[in-house]
């Protein structure tokens, strides 16, 4: 929302600072949380060992980005402030891994939503508030800096208990610093192609067609942290509790019915409502931008599918596989970022699409190897579901077209779309796939189940 008040080129400046921040918070958000989470152990020596790990990667990782800051300003002139600032983030959110991995650990969904969503309010309060007193794109840094601190604090206060910083075995810790590493790599190689198409179009198309580009992918961001990280913070658990390759195999076609269910409408309904939100709600940044999310919510298939084979094979220590799939997207996501950031945001936008669905068969092939889950089943499992959007989206497009007047006010028209949208959804996929409704209820009845198994003891002395 705060895009509405700033110029694209202010957006654009910030995006370009943050992007280098983005590149390196891979290593610090995904690879101890992972390790600790898929481990057996739970014992105050192993808890030690993992903070450690993290706050060892955080230091690291916040010298590098206020490193990048000293040498931006040696060769442009810029001034490095916002990356000094913003290296604090990394350091920040080290000290938040273990208690979240505690609280995925022990499917605390309810608590590590009251974390999220308690930081993200707090902050974005902060953020307006300081953007009504003048600060604008500063405004921002101080967005990023107070979600960080605020879901540390509250991960830290939840599972206060449980938390141990002496008594740490340097052994322990590189028993985790070294799988965690894999970990890293991988996330780092799916999650450097964001911020690699940002720098090159910041570089080639200038900060203006910067700023379009990212308010569409924060937009996309945003989607995928509301819908597809909480599923992927309940895969890794629940897949490593079930027992066995054929329940595995099971839980595996049951996240995948559930992501297609429930993403595919919400992200190819906000695509077709897009001209018509994001103009109500940035002005006109939201109308420049609109077209450029309506490309990008096309990523959500290729998303699912890699999203649920790398918890697989994270569950069964294949962190090397899941690291070979994400490097090859890494390298593709980095050149198209390259042959197509100078035709505009547009064109990069659909060149972070293609590239994932380029790599999909891979993907499969490896879910097919490890996991012994064949490609035509997957599809199956989330072919039904997709159609059914597409369908809604067909039918949101033609209505604003054809059958909604000119004259109707941006809310109605808004209300109207998003209400048929929603009908048109529900009824075909009631129609067509109501073993998909089914299953949704099963799983959410399996995860209140999960919700009674035993959990990390808050004894001090275990």
Same mark, same amino acid.
């Given at each position: 929302?705060?895009?509405?008040?700033?110029?694209?080129?202010?957006?654009?400046?910030?995006?370009?600072?943050?992007?280098?921040?983005?590149?390196?918070?891979?290593?610090?958000?995904?690879?101890?949380?992972?390790? %600790?989470?898929?481990?057996?152990?739970?014992?105050?020596? %192993?808890?030690?060992?993992?903070?450690? $790990?993290?706050?060892? *990667?955080?230091?690291?990782?916040?010298?590098?980005?206020?490193?990048? !800051?000293?040498? =931006?300003?040696?060769?442009?002139?810029?001034?490095?402030?916002?990356?000094? %600032?913003?290296?604090?983030?990394?350091?920040?959110?080290?000290?938040?891994? #273990?208690?979240?991995?505690?609280?995925?650990?022990?499917?605390?969904?309810?608590?590590?939503?009251?974390?999220?969503?308690?930081?993200?309010?707090?902050?974005?309060?902060?953020?307006?508030?300081?953007?009504?007193?003048?600060?604008?794109?500063?405004?921002? #840094?101080?967005?990023?800096?107070?979600?960080?601190?605020?879901?540390?604090? *509250?991960?830290?206060?939840?599972?206060?208990?449980?938390?141990?910083? =002496?008594?740490? +075995?340097?052994?322990?810790?590189?028993?985790?610093?070294?799988?965690?590493? +894999?970990?890293?790599?991988?996330?780092?190689?799916? /999650? @450097?192609?964001?911020?690699?198409?940002? @720098?090159?179009?910041?570089?080639?198309? /200038?900060?203006?067609?910067?700023? &379009?580009?990212?308010?569409?992918?924060?937009?996309?961001?945003?989607?995928? $942290?509301?819908?597809?990280?909480?599923?992927? #913070?309940?895969?890794?658990?629940?897949?490593?509790?079930?027992?066995?390759?054929? /329940?595995?195999?099971?839980?595996?076609?049951?996240?995948?019915?559930?992501?297609?269910?429930?993403?595919?409408?919400?992200?190819? !309904?906000?695509?077709?409502?897009?001209?018509?939100?994001?103009?109500?709600?940035? /002005?006109?940044? !939201?109308?420049?931008?609109?077209?450029?999310?309506?490309?990008?919510?096309? +990523?959500?298939?290729?998303?699912?599918?890699?999203?649920?084979?790398?918890?697989?094979?994270?569950?069964?220590?294949?962190?090397?596989?899941?690291?070979?799939?994400?490097?090859?997207?890494?390298?593709?996501?980095?050149?198209?970022?390259?042959?197509?950031?100078?035709?505009?945001?547009? &064109?990069?936008?659909?060149?972070?699409?293609?590239? &994932?669905?380029?790599? =999909?068969?891979?993907?499969?092939?490896?879910?097919?190897?490890?996991?012994?889950?064949?490609?035509?089943?997957?599809?199956?499992?989330?072919?039904?579901? #997709? *159609?059914? &959007?597409?369908?809604?989206?067909?039918? *949101?497009?033609?209505?604003?077209?054809?059958?909604?007047?000119?004259?109707?006010?941006?809310?109605?028209?808004?209300?109207?779309?998003?209400?048929?949208? $929603?009908?048109?959804?529900?009824?075909?996929?009631?129609?067509?796939?109501?073993? +998909?409704?089914?299953?949704?209820?099963?799983?959410?009845?399996?995860?209140?189940?999960?919700?009674?198994?035993?959990?990390?003891?808050?004894?001090?002395?275990?």
């Amino acid at each position: 929302m705060f895009a509405r008040y700033l110029t694209l080129k202010e957006v654009g400046a910030y995006s370009f600072a943050y992007a280098f921040v983005q590149v390196i918070q891979a290593f610090v958000r995904t690879g101890v949380m992972e390790v %600790f989470v898929a481990a057996p152990r739970t014992d105050r020596a %192993f808890i030690a060992a993992a903070n450690m $790990s993290s706050i060892i *990667i955080g230091v690291l990782s916040a010298v590098f980005i206020a490193t990048v !800051g000293i040498v =931006t300003q040696v060769f442009n002139g810029s001034s490095p402030w916002i990356f000094l %600032f913003l290296a604090t983030v990394p350091l920040i959110d080290s000290l938040g891994i #273990v208690p979240e991995a505690i609280l995925r650990k022990n499917l605390e969904f309810s608590s590590i939503t009251l974390r999220t969503t308690a930081g993200l309010t707090v902050a974005a309060a902060i953020c307006l508030l300081l953007g009504y007193l003048g600060w604008r794109a500063s405004a921002l #840094v101080a967005f990023n800096i107070a979600t960080s601190l605020i879901s540390t604090l *509250i991960a830290m206060f939840i599972v206060r208990r449980n938390i141990s910083f =002496t008594s740490v +075995h340097w052994p322990d810790v590189k028993s985790i610093i070294g799988p965690s590493f +894999h970990v890293s790599l991988s996330t780092f190689a799916s /999650g @450097i192609v964001v911020p690699a198409s940002q @720098i090159a179009l910041g570089a080639f198309a /200038g900060p203006a067609a910067l700023g &379009a580009y990212a308010i569409a992918q924060r937009i996309l961001s945003l989607i995928n $942290s509301v819908l597809v990280d909480p599923v992927r #913070v309940a895969a890794l658990p629940v897949l490593s509790k079930v027992k066995g390759d054929a /329940g595995r195999r099971s839980a595996l076609i049951e996240v995948l019915s559930l992501c297609a269910t429930i993403i595919s409408p919400i992200c190819l !309904g906000l695509a077709a409502v897009s001209p018509v939100l994001l103009t109500l709600a940035l /002005g006109e940044n !939201g109308k420049i931008a609109a077209p450029i999310f309506m490309v990008l919510a096309l +990523h959500f298939v290729p998303l699912t599918i890699s999203m649920a084979s790398s918890q697989l094979l994270l569950v069964q220590n294949k962190s090397k596989e899941v690291l070979k799939y994400s490097s090859s997207l890494a390298v593709l996501g980095v050149l198209t970022a390259i042959l197509t950031s100078p035709f505009g945001p547009i &064109a990069t936008a659909a060149g972070y699409v293609l590239r &994932a669905y380029v790599l =999909t068969p891979m993907a499969l092939r490896q879910v097919d190897k490890f996991g012994g889950v064949a490609p035509m089943v997957i599809l199956k499992a989330i072919y039904r579901p #997709v *159609i059914c &959007a597409a369908a809604m989206e067909l039918l *949101i497009l033609g209505m604003e077209r054809f059958v909604i007047p000119a004259d109707v006010g941006a809310l109605p028209r808004l209300l109207i779309l998003m209400l048929c949208g $929603s009908a048109t959804y529900l009824l075909l996929i009631a129609l067509f796939g109501r073993h +998909h409704l089914n299953l949704m209820t099963k799983i959410i009845r399996d995860m209140v189940q999960f919700k009674s198994t035993p959990k990390i003891s808050s004894n001090p002395g275990i």
